[in-house]
Nanobody
Framework: VQLQASGGGLVQAGGSLRLSCAAS????????MGWFRQAPGKEREFVAA????????YYADSVKGRFTISRDYDKNTVYLQMNSLRPEDTAVYYC??????????????WGQGTLVTVSS
C-alpha cells in the first residue's frame, strides 16, 4: 500500500483545513488508518485513527471535538477534517495504514507527510 498525503497549508488560528490521504492498492479496506503529526523538535504523536470498517474512531485529547477522521472506500482515501485550528497544531501531518492503535508501531505503511502551519 502506498499513501499520498495532501491538503496542508497555511491557515490562521480558528480556521479549517481538510487533509487527504490517497491509498493505492486493493487492500485499503483491510487496514485501519491513522493520522500522526510531528512538530519541530518533538516526537511524532498520535492524532486520530479509524478502524478498517469505519465503525470506530479514536482521537487524541488535544484534538477531540475539533478534528474528524473519515474514510471513503470508493476513493481509497482517508480524510482529516481540522476545525478551530490553533498555533500548537502546527506540524507535519502523516497518514498511516496498519493495525488500529495509537502508537506509530501499530502502522506498517506511511505517507510522506504534509505541512500544516497555523498562524496566530
Amino acid at each position: 500500500v502506498q499513501l499520498q498525503a495532501s491538503g496542508g497549508g497555511l491557515v490562521q488560528a480558528g480556521g479549517s483545513l481538510r487533509l487527504s490521504c490517497a491509498a493505492s492498492g486493493r487492500t485499503f479496506s483491510s487496514y485501519a488508518m491513522g493520522w500522526f503529526r510531528q512538530a519541530p523538535g518533538k516526537e511524532r504523536e498520535f492524532v486520530a485513527a479509524i478502524s478498517w470498517s469505519g465503525g470506530s474512531t479514536y482521537y487524541a485529547d488535544s484534538v477531540k471535538g475539533r478534528f474528524t477522521i473519515s474514510r471513503d472506500y470508493d476513493k481509497n482515501t482517508v480524510y482529516l477534517q481540522m476545525n478551530s485550528l490553533r498555533p500548537e497544531d502546527t506540524a507535519v501531518y502523516y497518514c498511516a495504514g496498519g493495525s488500529l492503535g495509537t502508537g506509530p508501531w501499530d502502522y506498517y505503511y506511511w505517507g510522506q507527510g504534509t505541512l500544516v502551519t497555523v498562524s496566530s
